[in-house]
């Protein structure tokens, strides 16, 4: 266990002797000690300790006793009980902080622990069901940036959620019904189903929509009965009905654009298969009986002879009340309905505990919309909790929303291949000793793990500036100096001697110490994770353990370590930091090579 859990209970059985039995379960307020570097100082001070108790300062009006006494009383309590094992130095300090100071013999013993640990710390909370809503790209629309983030950080949630123990149903609502199909599925049957045209959905499907749409727009006012926009319009209607025919060619669509997916998804190691989907066009026959039942129970109402929802609390700008519109005046169903129908299965059938939705930030005033109106409709179960992961935008380096030149969003496929040939250039340099083929695999883990570090490491729903250069860099906070670290340290265990058995860890060096502390927390900062669906903590973590294993390799020689003693306790610390390495930079789905 990480220090902060095994000190818990510890504190809590001191502050009852010290304060009495109604203090029994009161939170001990165990917190990492930091300090921030004073005003004008550069570098943070060295810590005086690993753990600061706050508890004294929350519980001292309620126990009528200063702080300070408090606190005091609190050490006292925990010497009396016995505290050395775990901490060799208590201090009261400032208004009434416990400083403490872990012992060395139980920090090696805790890694030593998690070394024999195949969960390397990670706890199983409750299991829970989630449905985890990600990805989601729309059928014959090219994958764009925007795509690129909500499949990279749904993917890291879903590792990490079934890491913990979570049983993660994915989702991926595919765009694949409304509208657009009828132009899309007419444009298909003209150009020829094995023509080059059609070829185009599964390598440049935005040209083949950008076809479809153009003949659309071209033929809009043209009154003839079998102009293109008059036939797609009528082929709207055929699908919606069911037509064989037409659902014929729709699925062949389909078949091609999920080609195109999965090889997206296989290129960026995205664990997404066919059995993931959750289309648009799943719902279909439920919108109907949907709005009916809405309408039957008084849920929905006419207004402007649309069919909608009228929900406390949402209003528009001029303060009039905003409705979810389930069904258009036109009798047409939209995205909104759709996703009462998805939220309902999740909720009801799937019997989930948290529905998650890593979707774009604009659209986070619909899904609260959706979720009040299936609360309302009395299709979601109290214990269902729906969550909005916001993903925010993806920058050019000029700070706009990025673009190609003619103005559409950069595709996907575009930008990984990018980053591939840019990772090739870095390892033509740092190897030029291995051949080419090593060379480019392992560009190819190193390019698909820039861009998805650079993804994970900031939070979800702030922006970032997609810049190449600095993604593939091997220094400063990039996947590739995450990579190259566990590279690093796989080669000095390929040198150590085979024979020579880690451990147990023995800790002497600051350094050593300071490796170990991070290594203990990796647990800790997993669940966290799983709570707050926030993938860039983990990064943040895996960081500064890179960092800390830095500072250990400098300071600390492994295989020169003299007696055989340290030797092998420096390798067992290698041997744990690979495997945290490797098992956090999985979750981010991020590949380690072998060599680098
Ligand atoms: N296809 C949508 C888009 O590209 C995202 C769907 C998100 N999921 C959902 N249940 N609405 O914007």
Redesign the pocket.
């Known amino acids: 266990t990480d220090p902060a859990s095994a000190l818990a209970p510890r504190v809590q059985a001191a502050i009852v002797a010290a304060l009495g039995d109604e203090f029994e379960g009161a939170d001990p307020v165990i917190r990492p000690f930091t300090l921030k570097p004073k005003k004008g100082q550069q570098a943070v001070p060295a810590p005086a300790a690993d753990l600061q108790i706050n508890a004294a300062m929350a519980l001292a009006k309620r126990a009528g006793r200063p702080p300070r006494e408090v606190a005091q009383a609190i050490v006292d309590a925990l010497r009396e009980q016995g505290i050395d094992d775990l901490a060799t130095d208590l201090e009261v300090a400032g208004p009434g902080f416990v400083n403490v100071t872990l012992a060395d013999s139980w920090v090696a013993d805790a890694a030593q622990d998690l070394l024999a640990d195949d969960r390397v710390g990670v706890p199983t909370p409750p299991a829970q069901v989630i449905p985890l809503?990600y990805s989601?790209?729309?059928v014959a629309k090219e994958m764009h940036v925007g795509?690129l983030r909500t499949t990279v950080v749904g993917d890291s949630l879903a590792r990490t959620l079934e890491r913990l123990g979570h049983r993660v149903v994915r989702q991926n609502?595919?765009?694949d019904w409304g509208t657009p199909f009828g132009m899309l599925v007419e444009h298909l049957l003209e150009v020829g189903e094995a023509s080059e045209e059609a070829a185009l959905l599964e390598t440049d499907p935005n040209e083949f929509y950008k076809a479809a749409n153009a003949k659309y727009k071209a033929s809009k006012d043209d009154s003839a009965p079998d102009s293109f926009a008059a036939r797609a319009r009528k082929r709207v209607t055929l699908l919606q009905s069911g037509d064989p025919d037409t659902l014929r060619i729709w699925e062949r669509l389909l078949d091609r654009s999920k080609a195109y997916f999965n090889r997206v998804y296989t290129e960026l190691g995205v664990t997404l298969t066919d059995a993931d989907l959750d289309g648009e066009s799943r719902y279909n026959d439920e919108l109907g009986p949907i709005c009916e039942d809405l309408e039957r129970t008084g849920v929905a109402e006419i207004s402007d002879g649309a069919l909608c929802v009228f929900l406390d609390g949402f209003t528009g700008r001029d303060g009039q009340p905003l409705p979810v519109i389930v069904r258009k005046s036109d009798g047409g169903y939209g995205?909104a309905t759709t996703?009462i129908a998805?939220l309902r299965h999740r909720s009801l059938d799937l019997d989930a505990d948290r529905v998650i939705?890593v979707?774009?930030a604009p659209?986070n005033l619909h899904f609260r919309m959706v979720w009040a109106a299936t609360r309302k409709a009395g299709w979601l179960r109290d214990k269902t909790e729906p969550l909005h992961v916001q993903i925010g935008n993806v920058l050019g380096t000029d700070g706009k929303i990025l673009r190609t030149r003619s103005g559409d969003l950069v595709s996907l496929q575009s930008l990984v291949d990018a980053a591939i040939e840019k990772a090739g250039t870095v390892v033509a340099e740092s190897r030029p000793d291995l051949d080419e083929q090593q060379r480019a695999s392992i560009a190819e883990a190193v390019g698909v793990g820039a861009i998805k570090y650079a993804d994970l490491s900031v939070s979800h729903d702030s922006e970032y500036v997609f810049d190449l250069d600095r993604m593939v860099a091997l220094t400063g906070n990039t996947g590739p100096y995450l990579q190259y670290a566990a590279a690093r340290i796989r080669s000095i265990l390929r040198r150590a001697d085979a024979a020579e058995t880690p451990g147990p860890i023995v800790l002497t060096e600051p350094a050593e110490r300071t490796l170990a502390l991070r290594l203990l927390d990796y647990g800790k900062v997993v669940a966290e994770v799983g709570e707050s669906l926030e993938p860039h903590r983990l990064a943040a973590y895996l960081f500064d353990l890179a960092q800390a294993f830095t500072g250990f390799y400098e300071q600390c020689p492994v295989l020169k370590a003299e007696p055989a003693e340290v030797k092998a306790s420096r390798l067992a610390l290698c041997a744990l930091t690979l495997r945290v390495l490797v098992d956090g930079l999985s979750l981010l789905g991020i590949s380690a090579p072998e060599e680098m």
């Open positions: 809503d989601s790209p729309n795509h609502h595919i765009g995205y996703d998805a939705y979707v774009g659209q």
